[in-house]
């Protein structure tokens, strides 16, 4: 059995820095890694490093090839190709900077406590025991997918982290819900490459804000079926990415009834309090569905307020109402109606 001063579990940000400082102190340490593509921790290799870099290439791309699907999708394999490159050149760093330190071992495995100060390393058919004085847990998160049979094996259902390694950029995407939110989903999808952003809002003043503001179609839910209206304008029996973006039933099944098979559908709307829908798990399972929530995140705010500022995304369509102060009544029946999308409220208003 080898004996260390420390045995860190988990090659993250925290652990490695922690090994490199007791290594100073003169402390043997020893390191545990399960994955080889974790060295150096999320942040690295499915985190910060990766998605931001994406963010960059995407940003680059929708200033070359704006409503180009042809050649954004090019650009974005290639964006997930250097994507790739630069992740395994920090890890490959992260592993020398280890290595390189004459007090600490990395040994790659799964660990399991024997004891309060004993682990199991299993690699494979190989086993190893370790035995320290201070053992430090430093493992994060990983994605978890339902127990539902075949799940895993399909090529059609993403984790956060699998999603990452997809260099095809979806072609096309429907936007349930016409409002301000909905809106500003239709300039978002069309900044982001996707070939054809389609609408589907009842009120018409909406459909035709959203065709000013980019959508490639507008239908109206109400007298047209939406699936036929989608097989004629795409060829296809439902779209790439369903956004939902109005918080009631009606529009989550018009948004399951857009899918086809590998479908993500994004429910972005907030719903009333205990509102449910019954969801059929047979449908998910033949279409191989990607469900994904929705909620606040402070950490994109400024983007939003980066993307404002650009001129890129369009505001002044959706700001179709403004009241004084003085009318603050008439401006919350205004905004109650569908006759508005946002109405604004100020002292400089008539």
């Not at 090659?11 to 593509?37: T, Y």
């Not at 998160?141 to 049979?149: C, K, M, R, W, Y």
């Not at 097989?231 to 099944?253: K, P, Q």
Request: one cysteine or more; glycine letters at 8%; proline letters at 4%.
């Amino acid at each position: 059995m080898k004996q260390y001063d420390a045995i860190i579990i988990g090659f993250g940000k925290g652990g490695k820095l922690l090994a490199a400082e007791l290594a100073e102190r003169n402390w043997k340490v020893a390191i545990v890694e399960r994955s080889p593509q974790m060295y150096g921790g999320t942040c690295v290799n499915v985190g910060c490093i990766p998605t931001k870099t994406l963010i960059h290439e995407s940003e680059y791309a929708e200033k070359r090839y704006y409503d180009d699907y042809k050649n954004q999708s090019k650009l974005y394999a290639l964006a997930v190709a250097r994507k790739d490159k630069l992740v395994s050149f920090l890890r490959e760093k992260n592993y020398e900077n280890v290595k390189n330190k004459p007090n600490i071992t990395l040994y790659d495995g799964t660990a399991s406590f024997l004891s309060e100060n004993t682990i199991r390393i299993v690699s494979g058919k190989d086993e190893t025991i370790l035995e320290g004085k201070e053992i430090f847990i430093n493992t994060g998160s990983t994605p978890i997918l339902p127990a539902i049979d075949g799940l895993k094996e399909s090529k059609y259902v993403y984790t956060s982290e699998t999603l990452l390694q997809s260099n095809k950029l979806p072609a096309h995407l429907l936007v349930i819900g016409g409002g301000a939110i909905g809106l500003l989903m239709v300039q978002l999808a069309k900044l982001s490459g996707a070939s054809q952003v389609l609408l589907s809002e009842p009120v018409q003043t909406r459909r035709e804000i959203g065709l000013q503001l980019g959508a490639n179609a507008a239908i109206d839910p109400i007298h047209e079926d939406l699936t036929a209206r989608i097989r004629a304008l795409t060829g296809m029996d439902g779209v790439d990415v369903v956004i939902e973006c109005v918080g009631n039933t009606i529009a989550t099944a018009q948004a399951f009834s857009a899918t086809k098979r590998g479908t993500t559908v994004l429910l972005f709307s907030v719903p009333k309090s205990g509102t449910t829908h019954p969801l059929s798990l047979e449908d998910v399972y033949q279409k191989e569905l990607t469900i994904v929530g929705s909620i606040i995140n402070p950490d994109t705010h400024q983007r939003a307020v980066d993307l404002i500022n650009s001129g890129r995304i369009q505001l002044a369509p959706i700001l179709t109402h403004r009241f004084p102060i003085e009318r603050l009544k008439d401006a919350i029946l205004m905004q109650m109606s569908s006759e508005s999308l946002k109405v604004l409220v100020g002292s400089n208003y008539d």
